[in-house]
């Protein structure tokens, strides 16, 4: 299997970089939904009902599978030979903010659970606030992949 993950590096980046693309577009939009949601609705109504069915649609189609296919192709890439020096200081840099960000997955998912059992206690000021941190992770590694500091 290692074998031919030299040739098939780029492709396995391809698959890395839309998965990235996909996964991210659900971070930063389901803190959004949550804003609207804590402001706007209120509990046991119609719109509540359908920004439930709208958050935990975004999450299971969309952010988990994402999330999955980000960690897959970027460990592939992690093991291909000659691609990461661990003596450099980006790829332990990239790791931490990856965490934080599998880290800021999971928080999403207890809010989303929150919000479905009616027992949401944070404000739209909290969700904006929350919103800023995949943005910062985001920079951090870019950052990282791309300077390779
Ligand atoms: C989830 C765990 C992740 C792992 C294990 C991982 C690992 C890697 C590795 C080893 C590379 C190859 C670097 C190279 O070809 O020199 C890479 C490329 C890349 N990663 Fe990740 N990554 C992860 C998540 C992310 C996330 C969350 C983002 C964006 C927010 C991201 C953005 C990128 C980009 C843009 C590249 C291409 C860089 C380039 O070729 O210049 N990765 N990743």
């Known amino acids: 299997m290692i074998d031919i ?3 098939a590096y780029l492709w396995v980046k391809v698959l890395h970089v839309i998965s990235v693309i996909s996964w991210m577009a ?3 939009y389901l803190p959004r939904l949550f804003v609207y949601h804590a402001e706007q609705v209120d509990a046991g109504t119609a719109t509540d009902r359908m920004f439930q069915t709208m958050e ?3 999450l299971r189609a969309i952010m988990a599978p994402a999330m999955l296919t980000t ?7 992690v093991v291909t030979p000659g691609i990461v020096d661990w003596s450099m200081i980006w790829p332990w840099s990239k790791a931490a903010a990856v965490l934080g960000m599998t880290w800021f997955h999971m928080w999403l998912g207890r809010q989303r659970k929150a919000f479905a059992q009616g027992d949401n206690r ?8 929350m919103n800023e ?3 910062v992770l985001m920079i951090v590694i870019v950052a990282s992949v791309i300077v390779k500091f």
Request: without cysteine; hydrophobic residues 50%.
């Open 122 to 129: 944070l404000s739209g000021r909290r969700y904006r606030l």
């Open 26 to 28: 659900g971070l930063f």
């Open 5 to 7: 993950l030299p040739d």
């Open 56 to 58: 935990r649609r975004l």
């Open 71 to 77: 960690w897959l192709f970027g460990l592939a890439l």
């Open 133 to 135: 941190v995949p943005t």
